[in-house]
């Protein structure tokens, strides 16, 4: 970058830095917190890694407009009434930006969501009571296995936290495997000596690079989350010897999660091949949030397709 525009940019950040103000700027700093969340009615919210969401601080309208807009002239767009939306990378760290103006909604408001800088395990996960004992043993054994696995919950469950501990039992139990990571936003961590983070944007989507993948001889192939035609692109490559690998879908529960992935292939113009999705996807986690805390309320064992219907067995 020349000298002139690095110096821009210098200032640019200094300024986002500024107004952002010191409450922002601590949590995005505290490795704990994963995401900040801005209210309508001015409360900030934070998620802490491995707990959960509280209000932390205020911020009035006039500062948080002012935050939406700096973010959305460093994105190079704007945002006005008739284009009250922007999602983007924050420039400061690149996290998943996500602004939002009237009349979408009644006052300034926006979330931000951090790169874990800090990996919540699967030790953890026990310790906190989230994860039982023979839960933690089976997801050891399929990794170990190179089985399949497809984490799912609700919005703000903790995919990607959980994402990230089953990644780091698969770096600590195979560490000479190669791991491929696809994701629209860096949010998966990766301890494997041989990783390749591949990310997403507008002109190349997953499925053109889960195609890439496959010449970068990956043994295992991981992607943030699935949200589209790439389902069909990944179910094939896990079954076609790249077996072992990790992926997220949004869905309520693990049998909702199997039926998801087949709606999502059909954004590929084919029908949804429930026996591709039963060979491919071996394992399916589900993770949710009680009025205690999170758990991990199923471990699905997926054997098959027989008679119109998946062969599961709850673990």
């Not at 300024?15 to 801005?38: A, C, M, N, W």
């Not at 939306?85 to 760290?93: A, K, N, V």
């Not at 389902?231 to 909702?256: D, E």
């Not at 199923?298 to 219907?309: R, S």
Request: hydrophobic share 45%.
């Amino acid at each position: 970058m020349p000298a002139a525009m690095a110096a821009k940019q210098e200032r640019l950040d200094q300024f986002l830095v500024r107004i952002l103000g010191k409450d922002i700027q601590s949590y995005l700093e505290d490795p704990q917190i994963v995401e900040i969340l801005l209210n309508p009615d001015g409360q900030v919210w934070v998620d802490v890694l491995g707990g959960e969401m509280a209000p932390r601080s205020r911020l009035d309208a006039g500062q948080a407009r002012m935050i939406i807009d700096t973010v959305a002239s460093m994105l190079g767009t704007m945002i006005s009434a008739d284009s009250p939306i922007i999602s983007g990378e924050l420039p400061l760290d690149g996290s998943r930006f996500e602004g939002l103006i009237p009349p979408v909604v009644s006052a300034p408001s926006f979330s931000i969501r951090k790169k874990a800088l800090l990996v919540f395990t699967l030790e953890d996960y026990v310790r906190k009571g989230i994860l039982s004992e023979n839960q933690y043993a089976m997801i050891h054994r399929a990794v170990d296995s190179r089985q399949n696995i497809l984490v799912c919950g609700g919005t703000g469950t903790g995919k990607t936290t959980l994402a990230n501990a089953i990644l780091h039992a698969v770096s600590e139990r195979t560490p000479e495997h190669r791991i491929v990571i696809i994701e629209d936003t860096r949010e998966l961590q990766c301890t494997a000596p041989n990783a390749v983070f591949l990310r997403s944007s507008d002109r190349i989507d997953m499925t053109r690079l889960l195609r890439s993948t496959m010449r970068l001889r990956p043994d295992r192939i991981v992607v943030g989350e699935v949200r589209g035609a790439e389902a069909l692109a990944l179910l094939k490559a896990w079954n076609t010897g790249h077996p072992g690998g990790v992926g997220t879908v949004h869905a309520n529960n693990a049998q909702a999660a199997l039926i998801r992935v087949g709606q999502l292939i059909q954004e590929a113009n084919v029908p949804p091949v429930p026996q591709l999705i039963a060979e491919a996807v071996n394992v399916v986690i589900s993770i949710r949030r009680t009025a205690t805390g999170r758990i991990i309320d199923e471990i699905l064992q997926v054997n098959g397709w027989k008679d119109g219907a998946f062969i599961t067995q709850l673990v």
